[in-house]
């Protein structure tokens, strides 16, 4: 009995409109919304936390693009703020906690739910978007460069979010088009063969757009000589959206991962990598 006390004592208090029938179930970002997996916004973006990944602080999964459709699970609130927990098709990846949204960014939907329409821009106009955030910072669960607007206003000591991480600049480059998770990414379109080729043989297979990929990063081929990406740097040097050599950054790459034809499940991921091509 005591356990289970304890264990009700610890859930989040929802507000009766959680439970009351004029709750929405769906709403759609007004704006670039920040989708987070805890609901402290206020924590979040109060200027006193240091959104660091390389020390594990991540608590951003990603900016939903204006016109995204959430499907509201529940309401709360927390440290003042209305937060609503929620699912999105444009994020259909698990999370252990859940996805929240400040209910400041969205607007109820009435009547039948509508998704957010995906275009994906002329290939040359990919490869120019993927240029502009050269010099960008790396931002875990960022994928707006210019960093989030509405965010700035609601919260202005908290972090702009100000930067892409590595799926992020494709996602931002292709307006939401691919997927925002680079385990997806890694059975996203075709594979290309590279099994057993080196650096330079594979450096002359790849083509504009094709993903070097493995579960954890991704980079982005920009032509026959560069390959473009969005480095974390924990460890030192470069950090941020960077542009490199393609064969130099192969033989990095094959430093401590091996070419593969296709990526296989379970820790055999660990050591390979792969080529995706995905244009349609």
Not at 46 to 56: A, Q, T
Not at 83 to 88: D, H, I, K, L, N
Not at 116 to 136: C, D, F, M
Request: aromatic share 8%; net charge positive.
């Amino acid at each position: 009995m005591k356990t289970m006390l304890l264990a009700l004592l610890a859930l989040p208090i929802l507000t009766p409109a959680a439970h009351a029938s004029e709750l929405p179930r769906y709403a759609v970002a007004i704006a670039a919304t920040p989708v987070l997996n805890t609901p402290e916004f206020a924590k979040t973006f109060s200027g006193k936390v240091k959104l660091d990944p390389c020390k594990g602080v991540r608590p951003v999964e990603f900016v939903a693009f204006p016109g995204t459709l959430f499907r509201i699970e529940g309401e709360q609130e927390t440290d003042g703020v209305k937060v609503y927990r929620v699912t999105t098709n444009d994020y259909p990846y698990p999370t252990k906690t859940g996805l929240f949204v400040d209910a400041r960014f969205l607007e109820k939907v009435e009547g039948a739910p509508r998704e957010r329409q995906r275009t994906l821009p002329e290939p040359a106009e990919i490869r120019k978007r993927l240029l502009s955030a050269v010099g960008r910072p790396y931002v875990w669960g960022g994928n707006f460069k210019e960093g989030v607007p509405l965010l700035r206003t609601l919260y202005p000591k908290g972090d702009p979010l100000y930067g892409v991480d590595c799926t992020g600049l494709l996602y931002e480059a292709t307006d939401g088009y691919t997927p925002r998770n680079s385990s997806y990414l890694t059975r996203y379109g075709k594979g290309v063969k590279i099994a057993g080729l080196t650096a330079a043989e594979i450096a002359k297979k790849l083509e504009p757009l094709d993903l070097v990929v493995y579960r954890g990063h991704v980079m982005m081929v920009l032509d026959e000589d560069s390959i473009i990406q969005s480095v974390m740097g924990c460890g030192g040097g470069k950090r941020g959206v960077v542009v490199s050599p393609r064969e130099e950054t192969l033989k990095k790459l094959m430093r401590t991962r091996e070419p593969a034809d296709r990526y296989p499940k379970g820790s055999a991921g660990e050591k390979i990598f792969v080529v995706r091509r995905w244009l349609p």
